[in-house]
């Protein structure tokens, strides 16, 4: 009768790879996965200038999905946040979300259907951008926001930039 050990001795090939598997687990953080389907925590890190952790909350009775992730260091706190929703009538929601903006919004080329970006100033001194947009039915907002007043990593220049690449990001994945 032949043995099912395999070539490899005892346990066969899979012995290592499952021994190699359960070992690199162990290196692994201890907390919970960021389930966003449109952005992952690496790519919001790099957007926020540093390690930033996500959280997911799925859509509920007249909520949108969204994400939020938050960035918090010596005293600053930089947040992306990101909303969709699916809407009968996606084209009125897309101005309703660019409501939080306190300035005329320009329009954003190449990113989904009819964005809109503009600058922001919530209570507190926390200022950023904000994107609004469509895809199709889904109605989109993004927004990245500093609680640093001269923030040396999120200035006016870099906030363009970074919600920019958030919605190219997003509206990719919705498509």
Request: proline share 5%.
């Amino acid at each position: 009768m032949a043995s099912r050990e395999g070539v490899s001795g005892r346990g066969g090939p899979w012995r290592g790879i499952v021994l190699a598997v359960a070992l690199a687990g162990l290196a692994l953080p201890a907390r919970a996965a960021n389930t966003c389907p449109w952005m992952n925590e690496a790519t919001a890190s790099g957007l926020l200038g540093s390690e930033a952790v996500g959280s997911y909350t799925p859509a509920a009775a007249a909520q949108p999905a969204g994400c939020i992730f938050v960035e918090s260091n010596q005293g600053i706190t930089r947040t992306l946040t990101i909303t969709v929703e699916t809407n009968a009538d996606a084209h009125a929601r897309v101005g309703a979300l660019l409501n939080a903006s306190n300035a005329m919004p320009s329009a954003l080329q190449a990113i989904g259907n009819e964005a809109e970006m503009c600058k922001a100033v919530w209570p507190h001194g926390v200022r950023g951008e904000v994107v609004g947009g469509r895809v199709r039915d889904q109605a989109f907002s993004i927004a990245i926001s500093t609680t640093m007043k001269n923030d040396p990593v999120l200035n006016a220049e870099e906030l363009e930039n970074r919600i920019a690449t958030a919605a190219e990001q997003v509206t990719g994945s919705l498509f």
